[in-house]
């Protein structure tokens, strides 16, 4: 066949089989006695083979290698085809996301493209001065980046860095809920962990309770901790029995008391976070320093029953527990009545 019916039977066009040709990639049989190249079938079948490994990603002179040596073994170069395809794959899905950045800011124009472009860059460098730097020093008018600004949160491992880029996401006006929903949901723990410590910091955006409300559920003693807290401040009941965990384990037991105080302004709570304390105090595990950690939450508590297991506190058999309800009591006893109206009977 001359070049031209083996360009319209294979699809390959006649100047690049002319460039295989001078490559010695697949070079024709025979030629017609006036000089015309002429395909045999079995150099057409060779040109299948050639664009077949081409659709692999293999360059030509690999190709030559692979149909020239009979020695040639195909494991190493597809194993350095995945790795490199893999590579490639991650830089598109960057270039996908930097994109997707640029787009959820509506740039107005080539100037706010430059900003984020500028603010990618820096978020991206090892240095964490420099990436602080980079959101604390942002241009006042400077587009909106929530997408960029929650990814760069779930990534930062310094803390510093990180409540930069916490304080820059609340002032971002885009949804930071909806960005960081995604982490917090998350394998890896350390993600979640930003995520919602993140969201706490917004608990009355729209979406963050419910996020901050499966959270209380996390198997991350930490991810519950960062969600309860918010929770307790903005007056959800669900997390008491977090809070009442924190306050027993004595993980951030001084913070959960006080979203404990918050949430025992309603009467009926209070009684029941009083309940709920109570019974830690008769489990095998209450040791000294757990019993003065529930006396220390119990001062935070309003009613009188509160006030009521305070006392027996007082008469504990443990020294040390006796003599910090007993102060805790004569604190309570110092406040005005306007104070312990809500306390006494």
Do not use: C
């Amino acid at each position: 066949m001359l070049i031209g019916e083996v360009a319209r039977r294979s699809g390959v066009s006649t100047r690049t089989l002319r460039h295989y040709d001078a490559l010695g990639l697949v070079r024709p049989t025979g030629r017609t006695a006036g000089g015309y190249r002429e395909y045999s079938a079995q150099d057409v079948r060779r040109i299948f083979h050639v664009e077949s490994l081409r659709s692999l990603g293999l360059s030509l002179k690999q190709i030559g290698r692979a149909l020239q040596d009979p020695s040639f073994t195909p494991s190493a170069l597809v194993g350095d085809l995945i790795r490199w395809t893999r590579d490639r794959l991650e830089r598109e899905r960057e270039l996908l996301e930097r994109l997707r950045a640029i787009d959820a800011s509506a740039p107005t124009g080539w100037q706010d493209v430059l900003h984020i472009v500028e603010l990618m860059r820096e978020l991206d460098s090892p240095s964490a001065a420099r990436r602080q730097q980079a959101v604390l020093a942002r241009p006042e008018g400077a587009p909106a980046a929530a997408g960029l600004l929650a990814g760069a949160v779930l990534a930062e491992s310094d803390p510093h860095v990180a409540g930069a880029l916490r304080w820059a996401l609340t002032r971002s006006g885009g949804d930071g809920v909806a960005a960081l929903t995604a982490g917090a949901y998350a394998g890896d723990v350390d993600v979640r962990r930003r995520a919602v410590l993140a969201i706490a910091g917004t608990p009355e955006a729209p979406g963050a309770v419910a996020v901050l409300a499966d959270a209380l559920r996390d198997p991350d003693v930490t991810v519950r901790g960062h969600a309860a807290l918010a929770l307790g401040r903005h007056g959800v009941a669900a997390a008491v029995p977090v809070l009442v965990g924190m306050v027993v384990g004595g993980a951030n037991d001084v913070d959960a008391a006080e979203a404990l105080g918050r949430l025992s302004q309603d009467p009926v709570r209070a009684d029941r976070i009083t309940a709920a304390l109570a019974g830690e105090l008769a489990a095998p595990t209450a040791d000294s320093a757990t019993r003065i950690r529930i006396a220390q939450a119990l001062v935070e508590l309003t009613g009188p029953t509160a006030r009521e297991v305070l006392r027996r506190l007082a008469h504990d058999d443990d020294r040390a527990v006796t003599l910090v309800a007993s102060a805790l009591l004569r604190v309570l006893d110092r406040r005005s009545p306007e104070d312990r109206a809500d306390e006494d009977p």
